[in-house]
């Protein structure tokens, strides 16, 4: 059973930091292939933020580049979104994804399991 646990969420004033994390489990001896971070803003559709292909290409939604950097720790089975310089419209639920056979799209991964999410809001 493939769990996401995400982290480190909260409220900040527009120009602000906030580091997200996940810690990834379940998938054996055998990592994920693709990790990433989606997010979903009131009334809006999920859309992916940032991701990590296996062979290590990273990719970021045009409206975070620059200011997201996404890693991970496989000695820890972490990964990581530290988002700086934020901005009202980054106000959402993130969420820790991971790749799946089916499920949503973003660059090269497809990614169909989910976690539970963790709100970030940017006041102005």
């Known amino acids: 059973q493939v769990q996401l646990v995400e982290s480190g969420g909260g409220s900040v004033q527009a120009g602000g930091s906030l580091r997200l994390s996940c810690v990834v489990s379940?998938?054996?001896?055998?990592?994920?292939?693709?990790v990433g971070w989606f997010r979903q803003a009131p009334g809006k559709e999920r859309e992916g933020v940032a991701s990590?292909?296996?062979?290590?290409?990273?990719t970021y939604a045009d409206s975070v580049k620059g200011r997201f950097t996404i890693s991970q720790d496989n000695a820890k089975d972490t990964l990581y979104l530290e988002m700086n310089s934020l901005k009202p419209e980054d106000t959402a639920m993130y969420y820790c994804?991971?790749?799946?056979?089916?499920?949503?799209?973003?660059?090269?991964?497809?990614?169909?399991?989910w976690g539970q999410g963790t709100r970030v809001t940017v006041s102005s």
């Open positions: 379940g998938y054996n001896s055998k990592r994920p292939g693709c």
């Open positions: 990590i292909a296996g062979d290590g290409t990273i």
């Open positions: 994804v991971a790749e799946a056979s089916f499920g949503n799209r973003f660059g090269a991964c497809i990614f169909g399991y």
